[in-house]
DNA sequence: TCAAGCGGATTGTCTGACATTCTTTCAATC
DNA sequence: GATTGAAAGAATGTCAGACAATCCGCTTGA
């Protein structure tokens, strides 16, 4: 008999399922920002039960990716500027403590993953798949995060990512963001490769700061 | 008619309340960490619905502060000391930047509200009433989170302090640290009072580290 | 002593139901 | 014609009950 190693994989419940499917369907656009999610209406399209759905959508809620409003239902949050703008502020502070940490700690395994990572997003930056942009890039910063040494600030920091994701599917499907934004982690890449914490913290706050102002420029051209 | 301004109490649904009840009762060492809770159990004792208990206990597990495995159900958290310590140096960030941030924003009605709430915790530290300190406390925090002029740092800050909690409730009680603590508390309100960023920044982060290193010394002592 | 198996307890999930509340439409009044 | 009011429809909040799947502890047998 092989080992069990617990390994033993979690049996995923229906709840989950409908989790990870409605945050899916979230990011990639299907609902609008402010939208509303009719019970009955996903009950039906999700094929489950109305206690399990609306399960799910507490677990939602406590992620802020929908609210929920007593007597009016579920919606998905629409984030105001304001709100935008300290996600962002929160994330700086967090993503500069971790990738500094990171150059510090990180493993050549990890490493290489994190070179790989940084060739994935290369590939998604040249094409028009935007979904696909956000999905590299997102693995990129989970790899520092989950290498900085602190498992707190590596859930923080994913809640607020998928936060912000709720706005940047649109901005971030420009091309040029896109360029600067991989020349700007591979400079973070390379500094944490040199294990130089300065230069790192330092590459990864412009990294933010200029994605800041990246979705800030897209806000107003658009509107 | 006098005008609505928006002023309308949200109404309070069942789930909300059992939410706030169970959270409440954890934090008061009702159910001890790594104790399960049965739901049967619970929708007797809080005279609800399964599903409307299973609803809030999603909530909570959101927050972290219990834990559900699949075909086992929910039991109340139980921290590791590295995630203790992992959720300390995560507060150490945020609470030095918003003590920070705070000494240069804040206005005379909320400082004269932050003085009242020291006051407050003088009072319960001198007392033998363990959960009185732990609120007092947790209450001076949230006026100068809410005064850092960023949300989402005073909403990430709550979290973290409510699983802290889980922990705190045995190791606060201890009269020592609860006079050091208020030394160190007093330490940081007259810098935002005066309006010094870096001595309320040094202030605050003093507290965060002996408050951890309190934390430290009741575990070894205990265990 | 240890392994297998059995049974109670607990959870995961569904169906159905009903009161309350919100939204919208339509009609009546000014 | 515009505004107010009411009524119909839709959606949510909450409950009760049920059943299969799973887990846990105990007994039994080797």
């Not at 984030?79 to 300290?86: A, G």
Request: with cysteine.
């Amino acid at each position: 008999m092989p080992p069990d190693l617990n390994l033993r994989v979690l049996p995923r419940t229906v709840q989950q399922e409908t989790v990870d499917k409605l945050r899916l369907a979230i990011f990639s656009g299907i609902f609008e920002p402010g939208s509303r999610l009719v019970e009955s209406q996903l009950c039906v399209q999700l094929g489950i039960s109305r206690p399990s759905l609306r399960e799910a959508l507490r677990s939602l809620a406590a992620e802020k990716l929908i609210e929920i409003i007593p007597n009016r239902g579920p919606s998905v949050t629409q984030l105001t500027w304001d709100e935008v703008n300290s996600i962002y502020e929160a994330r700086e502070l967090l993503e500069v403590e971790a990738v500094g940490r990171c150059s510090q700690l990180i493993t050549p395994a990890a490493l290489e993953k994190l070179e790989l990572s940084l060739g994935a997003f290369e590939e998604a930056a040249s094409s028009n798949d935007g979904l696909a942009r956000i999905t590299t890039a997102a693995e990129f910063y989970a790899i520092i995060l989950a290498n900085c040494g602190n498992p707190i600030l590596e859930e923080i920091h994913r809640g607020l990512v998928a936060r912000i994701s709720l706005f940047r599917s649109r901005s971030m499907s420009r091309e040029g963001r896109a360029k600067s934004s991989l020349a700007e982690m591979r400079e973070i890449y390379e500094a944490i490769a040199a294990g130089d914490e300065k230069a790192a913290r330092k590459a990864s706050k412009k990294h933010v700061l200029n994605a800041k102002a990246a979705i800030e420029q897209a806000l107003n051209t658009t509107n």
